[in-house]
C-alpha cells in the first residue's frame, strides 16, 4: 500500500519552523517599492543617480501604513536598497544615501519612518534588500563587497526593532566595473538568524519559496513539502528575471508539480518551503505617471487573492509611492475597494456554531466539532486511516453560502492530498468543490446555494488528516 511508502511517511513529517508559521498568518501583505527610481522614473536604476534627486516633498509613511491596513493587508515590506544601490537609510557605510540628499536635509530615515508607522497601525515590517548593487565599487570584488553588505544588513536587522521578513532578490547582474559578485548567502542567511532568528528569509532564501512568475500565477497544487534543491540560491538566482523589460509571467520555478507523490518520490532531502505570489498593483515595480491607468481593477486582484491566498499560497501586493512620496488617487482607490470587499466576502463565519459530526477521529480531544474555527488551539485528527475520513457540519439553520475555507493543521505537516466537498440540496449531496492540497488554507467557492449541511470527504491523504479551520460564508 503507498502509505507504506517510507518517502510517504517521510514527506509527511515535515513540518513548518516558528518563524513559518507566524508568516503564514499574515497571508495578504504590502510590498512598497521606493526609491531612486521613482525620482528618475526608472526600474532598474544604473547606480549612478545623484543623491540630491531623491527628494520627496510630503513623505508620508502613516499613511502608507493606514491604507495598507484598511486594505486587509497584515505587513509591510519596504525596498531598503534597490539595484542602484541607493539607501533609504542613512547607512554608515556608503554616501549613496538619503543622508546625502535633498529630503529632510539629509536627516531623514524612510526606514524609520516605515517601522515606526508599522508599530503604530499593528503592522508587521520587513525589508527587501537587493544583493546585486550597481552603485558600490566593492560589488564583483569578492569578501569585501560581502563584508559590505553584511553591515549593510546588519544596520537594518539591529535598529529598527522587530523584522519578521528579509526579502531578498535573485538578481544578480554586472557592477559598475563590469564586475560579478559571488554572494555569501550562507554567510547572509546566518547573520539573519543570529539579528533576527524569528524572520523569514523570502525568495532567495530558505523559509519562502518564490512561485516563478510576476503575474500572480499558482499552480492549482501549491504544496508547501517540496524538494530541498527548491532552496537553492544559486537556481533560483539562474530562474530569475534578467532583464528589466521582461518580467518572469509564467510558472517557471521549476515546473508545474513540485509537491506529488511523484514529484517526491525520488528526492532523499524535502522541505518545508510554502510559496509565495508577488504581485504589483501597477505595470511596474516603481512609479512611473504613464501607469496611472495601469492600476489592477478590483476583479483582477480578488482573482489573484483567491487563487494564492485561497490556494495555500500567501499575497505579497505591491505599491509604488509617488515623487510626493504618497499613494496616488487611483492606488487608494482601488486599495480601500479591497478591503471593502474583503470585508464583504468574509463577514461572517456561518459556521462558528454548527454541530460537527465525523465517521472517525483520533480520540475525543481530536472529535469533529475541533475543525470549527471556533474551537482555538485544537483541530480534528483523523486517526491512522484517513482516506474516507468525513466531516459533516450542521449549520443550525439554512443559510446562503457561496465559500467555505478550510485549514489543515500544519504544525503536524501538510497531509491532505485530494479531498471533496459537499452541501445538501433538497436532501440530496451535491458536490461544490474537489481539489488537492489544503495545507495553511483553502477557499473553496461555488454558485452561491442555500444549504444547511456541509460535507468534507478526505479522499487521500499521506499518513493522517487535520482540519482546524472550518468556516462558511
Ligand atoms: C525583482 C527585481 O529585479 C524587480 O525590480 C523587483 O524589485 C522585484 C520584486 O524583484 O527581482
Redesign the pocket.
Known amino acids: 500500500m503507498a502509505k507504506s511508502n517510507e518517502y510517504i511517511k517521510y514527506a509527511a513529517s515535515i513540518v513548518p519552523s516558528e518563524r513559518q508559521l507566524a508568516w503564514q498568518e499574515l497571508e495578504f501583505y504590502a510590498f512598497i ?1 521606493f526609491g531612486m527610481n521613482t525620482f528618475t522614473d526608472s ?2 536604476g544604473t547606480g549612478a543617480e545623484d543623491p540630491e534627486l531623491f527628494n520627496p516633498t510630503n513623505l508620508d509613511a502613516r499613511m502608507w501604513a493606514r491604507l495598507i491596513k484598511l486594505s486587509g493587508m497584515k505587513a509591510m515590506i519596504l525596498t531598503a536598497k ?2 542602484d544601490g541607493f539607501c533609504l537609510w542613512p547607512s554608515a557605510y556608503t554616501d549613496h544615501s538619503v543622508k546625502y540628499s535633498l529630503w529632510k536635509d539629509g536627516t531623514g530615515d524612510v526606514v524609520r519612518e516605515c517601522a515606526d508607522a508599522c508599530r503604530e497601525y499593528g503592522l508587521k515590517f520587513g525589508i527587501y534588500i537587493s544583493p546585486w548593487d550597481r552603485h558600490d565599487p566593492r560589488y564583483g570584488e569578492g569578501e569585501a563587497y560581502n563584508k559590505f553588505f553584511k553591515n549593510q544588513l546588519t544596520e537594518l536587522l539591529t535598529n529598527y526593532g522587530d523584522i519578521f521578513c528579509v526579502w531578498l ?3 544578480c547582474g554586472e557592477g559598475a566595473n563590469g564586475k560579478k559578485q559571488e554572494y555569501d548567502w550562507e554567510g547572509y542567511y546566518k547573520l539573519i538568524r543570529k539579528l533576527q532568528p524569528d524572520a523569514v528569509i523570502s525568495v532567495t532564501g530558505p523559509d519562502v519559496r518564490w512561485v516563478g512568475n510576476e503575474s500572480g500565477v499558482c499552480r492549482k497544487s501549491e504544496w508547501s513539502v517540496v524538494p530541498y534543491w527548491y532552496s537553492n540560491a544559486e537556481l533560483i538566482a539562474a530562474e ?2 534578467k532583464d528589466v523589460s521582461k518580467p518572469p509571467k509564467k510558472i517557471s520555478h521549476t515546473t508545474l508539480d513540485i509537491g506529488s507523490r511523484k514529484a517526491i518520490k525520488k528526492c532523499n532531502r524535502l522541505i518545508w518551503y510554502p510559496a509565495e505570489v ?1 504581485v504589483s498593483l501597477r505595470k511596474g ?1 516603481f512609479y512611473h505617471e504613464r501607469e496611472d491607468y495601469s492600476v489592477k481593477p478590483l476583479s483582477k486582484l480578488m482573482e489573484i487573492y483567491f487563487n494564492s491566498v485561497g490556494a495555500n499560497a500567501s499575497f505579497l501586493l505591491n505599491i509604488a509611492p509617488n515623487m510626493e512620496g504618497k499613494f496616488s488617487e487611483k492606488d487608494i482607490e482601488t486599495l480601500l475597494s479591497v478591503g471593502a470587499q474583503l470585508e464583504i466576502e468574509f463577514n461572517e463565519d456561518l459556521a462558528a456554531s454548527s454541530t460537527v459530526t465525523d465517521n472517525r477521529h483520533l480520540d475525543k480531544a481530536h472529535c469533529g466539532q475541533m475543525a470549527l474555527t471556533e474551537n482555538t488551539g485544537k483541530y480534528w485528527h483523523s486517526g491512522n486511516d484517513p482516506e474516507g475520513a468525513q466531516l459533516v457540519l450542521d449549520l443550525g439553520d439554512e443559510y446562503d453560502i457561496d465559500k467555505v475555507v478550510l485549514s489543515e493543521h500544519i504544525r503536524t505537516g501538510q497531509q491532505i492530498e485530494e479531498f471533496s466537498l459537499y452541501i445538501q440540496l433538497d436532501g440530496k449531496w451535491k458536490r461544490v468543490a474537489k481539489e488537492t492540497v489544503i495545507g495553511h488554507k483553502r477557499i473553496c467557492r461555488f454558485r452561491e446555494a442555500r444549504t444547511r449541511y456541509i460535507k468534507l470527504v478526505i479522499e487521500k491523504a499521506r499518513c493522517f488528516a487535520t482540519i482546524e479551520k472550518f468556516e462558511a460564508y
Open positions: 517599492h526600474e532598474w534597490h539595484h532578490d535573485g538578481a530569475s528575471q508577488n515595480w
